[in-house]
């Protein structure tokens, strides 16, 4: 454990001073400055420009109408949010089943 602590502080130092002597290429500082990617955005992601959040006094009459419209899980206080819907009643409606 000591001896792969050892490497990662080495390979650490040892590309800190490759950046300090010959500076960042000019592909990575353009990549590090670039906008990030919006394929992987979509209207269901908060942080989209397309996104549309759901009017208010939104009723999803089941989890499936709910996942359609991009909006499960529902917390509790937010737009469409019943406790019908909140199987556990921890809070938050229609959140993914993983299985046990």
């Known amino acids: 454990m000591v001896r792969l602590g050892k490497t990662v502080l080495g390979f650490i130092a040892a590309a800190l001073f ?3 002597r010959f500076g960042v ?12 990617p919006e394929r992987h955005m979509s ?8 996104y549309q959040p759901p009017a208010p006094g ?5 989890c499936a109408a709910a996942r359609a419209a ?10 469409g949010y019943r406790p019908d819907l909140d199987r556990d009643s921890d809070g938050v409606a229609c ?6």
């Open 70 to 79: 991009g909006v499960a899980p529902i917390y509790q206080g937010s737009p």
């Open 43 to 50: 209207s269901r992601n908060p942080w989209s420009k397309d």
């Open 25 to 36: 290429p000019d592909s990575a500082a353009a990549w590090v400055a670039s906008d990030a």
């Open 58 to 62: 939104a009723y999803y009459p089941n």
């Open 95 to 100: 959140e993914p089943y993983y299985g046990r």
């Open 18 to 20: 490759l950046v300090a």
